[in-house]
Each structure stands twice: as C-alpha cells, then as structure tokens.
C-alpha cells in the first residue's frame, strides 16, 4: 500500500489535535459520588463559616466585665455541650461551662480554659485562677464570608474538597462529564491474555496498556475490542464508536503493509496528519472520522505507551477540564546516548532530582517493540534529530511522567 505521508514535528501534530477539541459540558453529579471529578464552575459558600460564634476550649464563658482580678468565682448557670445552646444573654457575675465547638452564648466575651477553674466553696459556683490574652472564640465568618469561593473551576475534588463541601452541607455540584474511550487494537495475531496462545500469536499488550492509562486519568472506557484484520469490521466497530465516543484510540494498522486497514480508512477521511517527524511511533496518524476523532497509535508497545503521553493524553486533558500530569521540564543527559537520529527520537526513562535539576537516563532497551521497561519508565526524554546524540551533562527536553 503506498500513498503520500507528510510528516510534521510533534509539536505541530500536538497543536493539530488540542485544536479539534472543545471541552465537555459540565454535569450535576452527588457528594459522594464525586471523588476524582473536576469542578466545571465555582462553588460559593452558602453562609458564613463557622455561623455561629464557636467555643475553641472545653472551658468557661465569660463577660468582659469579669475578665480581671483573678482568681474569680463565679455563678455556673448552664451547661453547653456541642449541638446545644443557651438562649439567655449571659450577664456580669455568671458563666457557663462549655464544651470545644459548642456555640458560644450572647454576652459572652471569652472562654476560659478548663485547666483555670478549680471548685469552689460556694455550692454552684466555679474558681477561675487566671486568664489569656485571647478570647478563644473563634467568630462568626472567620474562615469563609457567604459568597466566598469555596472551590474553584478546574479543581479535582479529593477527600479533602468533599469535607470541606459537607461542612455547607453542598451534596449536589457540576463537574466536568467524564470523556467516553473506545480502545481498538488491530491485527489478527492478538489473542487475549485469559486465552490460550495458539502457535504464531502474541498477547495483546497494547489493549491491556492503555486500558489502564485511560482509566488512571479517570475517563470512562465505553468501547474495548481486538479486531482482526478485516477491513469491513474495522469500518463497522469504528462507526458505532463515533456514536458514542469522545476519542476513539487505535493500536496498529497505520503502516504500510496489506493489512495496515487504519492507514487506508485514514485515506477516506478527514485526515490530520498521518505521519510524525519522531521515534519511535513516527506512522502515528489522526483523523476525523464521522466527526469523532481518532488518534491512531503503532502496534509496537513502547511507540503505543510514547504516543499516548504524547498525543492522546493532552487531548483527554483538554476534554475533561483537567490538569495533565505529564510535565514537561529541562533536564541533563546523566549519560551519554550517541546514536544519530533522523527524527527526533523520544526515549523512555528514569530521573533523579538534585538541587532543582533533574537527571535522566535511558531505563532498558530504546527499541520501539521494547515493553520490558513500560513500569520502569518514569519520563520520556527527546533527543534531537542530528548526526550525534547527546552526551552526559548536555540539556534535554524531559516529560515528567509521574513522581519519584
């Protein structure tokens, strides 16, 4: 199979492909139901936090008038304990014994701590030895004004962002609509890992890899499939894909063999590029098919996992409203790597950080079929086209792929 192949810097086909984007629509989603999500507007308080005037100490409240003279006696009139409260303005001469959070009663002016009372002779009365410079009250609106921006826009809700919108009892919020996934990988020779493996097949890998990566940015898979070389099926499971699908990725079939059906399928379409100035994964090719797009990836594992970072992730960062975790950085060769590269060549590795730099090298094997070092691989690192590579100590481009 021949036809015209134009091949573009990878920067360029990133821009092709963040470009055909627009991002999701938000939709109300429950409390407990939102761990992951991210917020598609702010959240404002509902009213001042705390709303009533609070209790920092188990201890005694007391008016300003009494707060001088020490050791004090006082008359205890009530007790508050958390939940409760004490209607009466509290007045000079009088105090209530109250608990740590508990609403502080009117009048009151501080609360002195437990361990500054002591009994006293008089039968209903308490000893306060001493006092503190502050009031111990934490006041109406300390932490959040009513109208106060909560949480904004863009925030992906955790542990913390769920209690914090428990305590304005907010059980009903918008977020961004989780993008919907087809995963497709091609080629008759893939047989599934629960299968047997007949003589001459492999395991799909491919399926199994971005199956995980898609799901670990928590975006929803809603089409899974190997599909064998046929032409005809292909065309059928990607259209019912395109009426359900936000992407739709592919493995395989964008080279140039006789059963390469995703190069010729990208022949009939919208095509984006079909061709990437890099290494591995240079056949990685883009189209609009029935409006939905398609990112199409190499079958080779290590040209599958690059590609992904690379090109399907930002796209799915850009759909969901959410920050990507690739970071892309200046790092230094830690050793050298000296083979001349026609493309740019995009290697899987490892990096260490000292002293605000961060070191990389090359984890395994750079061959595109590679997939021994996929879990070892914790950046990816370019090494420019040229007649030499890089040696150890010069600067590179480095993309982040998760923490140390």
């Known amino acids: 199979?021949?036809?015209?192949?134009?091949?573009?810097?990878?920067?360029?086909?990133?821009?092709?492909?963040?470009?055909?984007?627009?991002?999701?629509?938000?939709?109300?989603?429950?409390?407990?139901?939102?761990?992951?999500?991210?917020?598609?507007r702010d959240i404002v308080a509902p009213f001042d936090f705390p709303y009533f005037r609070r209790s920092g100490y188990d201890g005694f409240a007391i008016t300003e008038n009494d707060d001088h003279d020490y050791p004090i006696d006082l008359k205890v009139v009530a007790e508050v304990p958390c939940g409760e409260t004490y209607e009466k303005t509290l007045k000079p001469g009088e105090t209530v014994r109250i608990m740590t959070g508990a609403k502080v009663p009117h009048g009151a002016d501080k609360i002195i701590m437990l361990e500054q009372s002591k009994v006293a002779e008089q039968p209903g009365h308490i000893r306060l030895v001493n006092t503190q410079p502050q009031s111990n009250i934490t006041e109406i609106g300390?932490?959040?004004?009513?109208?106060?921006?909560?949480?904004?826009?863009?925030?992906?809700?955790?542990?913390?962002?769920?209690?914090?919108?428990?305590?304005?009892?907010v059980t009903e919020f918008d977020v961004m609509k989780q993008p919907k996934v087809a995963i497709f990988s091609t080629g008759s020779e893939l047989v599934s890992p629960f299968d047997s493996l007949p003589d001459g097949k492999i395991y799909n890998s491919n399926e199994a890899l971005l199956r995980t990566l898609v799901e670990e940015f928590d975006c929803m898979i809603c089409m899974q499939e190997a599909l064998p070389d046929d032409y005809q099926l292909t065309v059928q499971k990607l259209t019912e894909a395109s009426q359900v699908a936000d992407l739709i990725i592919t493995t395989g079939g964008v080279s140039v063999g006789d059963y390469d059906f995703m190069a010729t399928i990208a022949t009939q379409n919208e095509v984006l590029f079909n061709k990437v100035q890099m290494r591995p994964g240079s056949p990685t090719t883009a189209i609009r098919f029935q409006d939905t797009l398609i990112i199409a990836l190499s079958g080779n594992?290590?040209?599958?996992?690059?590609?992904y970072h690379l090109f399907a992730l930002p796209v799915l960062a850009k759909l969901s409203g959410k920050t990507s975790p690739v970071r892309q950085v200046t790092g230094i060769m830690a050793e050298d790597y000296l083979k001349n590269n026609g493309?740019?060549?995009?290697?899987?590795?490892?990096?260490?950080?000292?002293?605000?730099?961060?070191?990389v090298s090359l984890v395994g094997?750079?061959?595109?079929?590679?997939?021994?070092?996929?879990?070892?691989?914790?950046?990816?690192?370019m090494i420019p086209r040229g007649q030499v590579g890089k040696r150890k100590g010069e600067e590179v481009l480095v993309w982040l792929l998760s923490s140390k």
């Open 1 to 40: 199979m021949t036809f015209k192949r134009d091949a573009i810097p990878y920067l360029e086909a990133q821009n092709r492909l963040i470009s055909q984007i627009e991002e999701l629509e938000g939709e109300r989603i429950s409390l407990y139901s939102s761990k992951g999500r991210v917020l598609s």
């Open 343 to 359: 493309y740019d060549r995009f290697l899987r590795g490892t990096y260490t950080e000292e002293n605000g730099h961060y070191y």
């Open 365 to 381: 094997s750079d061959m595109s079929s590679s997939l021994g070092n996929l879990h070892q691989a914790t950046c990816l690192f």
């Open 142 to 169: 300390a932490e959040f004004r009513l109208g106060d921006v909560l949480l904004k826009k863009g925030e992906k809700i955790g542990a913390g962002a769920i209690s914090l919108l428990a305590a304005f009892g």
């Open 301 to 307: 594992p290590g040209a599958c996992f690059t590609g």
